[in-house]
């Protein structure tokens, strides 16, 4: 049986002077090992539960435990746990990607040699070699987006989130990034996903769920979500359960 990676329980937010909560008693589990896709409309509260779930926001009622760890409680074993990729650059622009991941490699805690070790291979499998001593300010937005990502992956975390990793890429950087999240996969690492790139997350995601005005409306399988509302891709499962409306305001 798979340990829990992440519980949530009861879980109520609201941002300062909100009337109303955004997350509305949110209950949810993913075990270990899950390649997990949280999907909603714009403003639907998943970025919020995401930013809840690193300890970026404080939630004020309910329980999110990491591996069993209470992450408003326990912040230094939690923040060891996971690692984020958030949507926007993580990383300084002036600096290149060795002494990026140097920079947050000891901020984390790592030893200098795993350090140098991580970074070698990293910047070797995400194919930043050959620019490792550039400064990222230089990059396309396909090299950045890699660059985010071997940040979050600096840890080896047990955890891994990520917000729209591949906005913005080609083609072949987002069919290699998405390469690279399974192999961590398969190695052990937990994905929590969320994007609007619906194809791409079909590919990689084997349990969803969604989230629609801070609740969470489904959370299975892709498989058997398909199988029930009868939609062949998760385009129109999405489309099927949240409407047509806009969703911009």
């Not at 300010?137 to 950045?144: N, R």
């Amino acid at each position: 049986m798979n340990a829990v990676a992440v519980s949530i329980q009861n879980l109520e937010f609201k941002y300062p002077g909100q009337i109303t909560s955004c997350l509305n008693t949110i209950n949810l589990e993913v075990a270990a090992g899950e390649r997990f896709g949280l999907f909603g409309p714009n403003g639907a509260g998943k970025t919020t539960l995401m930013n809840c779930m690193t300890g970026l926001l404080n939630y004020q009622q309910g329980s999110i435990r990491l591996f069993g760890n209470e992450v408003i409680n326990n912040r230094k074993t939690v923040n060891n746990l996971f690692g984020f990729v958030p949507q926007d650059f993580s990383f300084y622009q002036e600096l290149s990607p060795v002494e990026n991941l140097n920079f947050f490699g000891a901020w984390s805690g790592m030893d200098k040699a795993v350090i140098k070790k991580k970074s070698e291979e990293l910047l070797e499998v995400l194919g930043l070699a050959d620019v490792r001593n550039k400064p990222v300010e230089k990059f396309s937005g396909g090299m950045k987006r890699r660059v985010n990502l071997a940040i979050g992956v600096m840890n080896t975390p047990r955890i891994l989130f990520l917000d729209e990793p591949t906005v913005g890429v080609d083609v072949h950087t987002r069919q290699a990034i998405i390469s690279y999240l399974k192999e961590l996969n398969n190695n052990g690492t937990t994905l929590i996903y969320t994007s609007h790139q619906l194809n791409e997350a079909e590919d990689l995601c084997n349990k969803i769920a969604m989230i629609d005005d801070g609740k969470i409306i489904v959370h299975d399988s892709l498989t058997q979500l398909l199988t029930e509302y009868k939609e062949e891709g998760l385009e129109g499962l999405f489309i099927h359960l949240t409407g047509k409306m806009y969703r911009d305001s």
